[in-house]
């Protein structure tokens, strides 16, 4: 149950305790905030921060994090400005950076990255995105926005739009949800499916699961997790263009769903939610958002036993 040590790679293999422990902490480090802005419990800490991908919220909310903790980091925020550009290997460049620091977070773009790397040192890795893999953080804390939007995370119709198959996000809240007794509604291009191997793992956990293209039955579940058609994916840019816009929420379409329906989104969103959305009470992305910090800090305290 400790979670000292572990890395935090995937959803796929934690637990129903193991996400009720970290939503535990995270609410422990958001009041933390609240009260002392600043605590010392990782003072004498140092984390690496490695992002080879283009990011906003997981690197700076990583770094907000390490800052609101008293640690410090090391930071490699342009890939252009790294080794790995000289044609280093990512387990290279893992087993170095394990020399520095007590705690690595990294975001590349190669699908099972991040275990390369944590199969590389003996220090705590958390993957901070791994391609078209998964994106365990954000999942964890879009589990925290839940629960504080609807006050439980039980039972729950949970509709993932957009781009199914190279969206991370919805790979890794796929398995993080899983063990609360979720209904899905996977809904996409045909070309942008879920992934067959998750939906037979989805099968095999009992969760019950529809496909669908059309937007408004996603609208009548309990969350509606919109993300973005995920361009730097596609290798004919002709396709994105064709895909691109499948899905527009709009203020007038959410007023058609359900009623107290919960609008989520990863994000960056590109056109996927008009901008008519966000004043409704219902639009939970940017508060979600800003809960990444509380997630992190808890994983962070976590792996490196302190909570
Ligand atoms: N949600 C998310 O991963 O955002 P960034 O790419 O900005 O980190």
Do not use: W
Request: proline share 4%; net charge neutral.
């Amino acid at each position: 149950m400790s979670f000292e040590g572990r890395d935090i790679l995937t959803t796929e293999d934690l637990s129903r305790e193991d996400i009720l422990k970290i939503m535990k902490v995270a609410s422990k480090m958001e009041e933390i905030v609240q009260q002392v802005h600043i605590s010392d419990l990782l003072s004498d800490k140092m984390v690496a921060v490695i992002f080879l991908e283009p990011s906003t919220r997981t690197r700076l909310s990583f770094e907000t994090a390490v800052h609101r903790l008293g640690a410090k980091f090391v930071t490699i925020a342009d890939p252009k400005s790294s080794s790995t550009q000289k044609g280093e290997s990512l387990a290279d460049t893992a087993r170095t950076v394990a020399g520095y620091v007590d705690c690595i977070v990294i975001r590349q773009p190669q699908k099972g990255g991040a275990k390369i790397v944590a199969d590389a040192v003996n220090i705590p890795v958390i993957n901070g995105g791994d391609g078209a893999g998964q994106h365990p953080t954000q999942a964890l804390l879009d589990l925290y926005t839940i629960q504080k939007e609807k006050g439980t995370l039980e039972g729950l119709k949970v509709a993932m739009v957009g781009d199914l198959k190279f969206g991370r996000t919805v790979h890794s809240l796929s398995y993080a949800l899983a063990p609360f007794n979720p209904e899905y509604v996977y809904c996409s291009p045909e070309e942008l499916k879920m992934p067959e191997g998750i939906l037979k793992d989805m099968g095999a956990r009992g969760i019950k699961y529809t496909e669908t293209g059309d937007i408004r039955e996603a609208l009548q579940a309990d969350i509606l997790y919109m993300t973005r058609i995920q361009r730097e994916r596609f290798e004919n840019p002709a396709d994105y263009e064709r895909l691109k816009n499948s899905f527009i929420l709009t203020k007038k379409l959410v007023e058609a769903g359900k009623e107290n329906i919960t609008i989520m989104h990863p994000l960056p969103r590109v056109n996927e939610i008009a901008t008519d959305v966000d004043s409704l009470p219902n639009a939970a992305y940017f508060r979600q958002a800003h809960n990444g910090v509380y997630v992190r800090m808890a994983l962070l305290a976590m792996v490196l036993g302190r909570a």
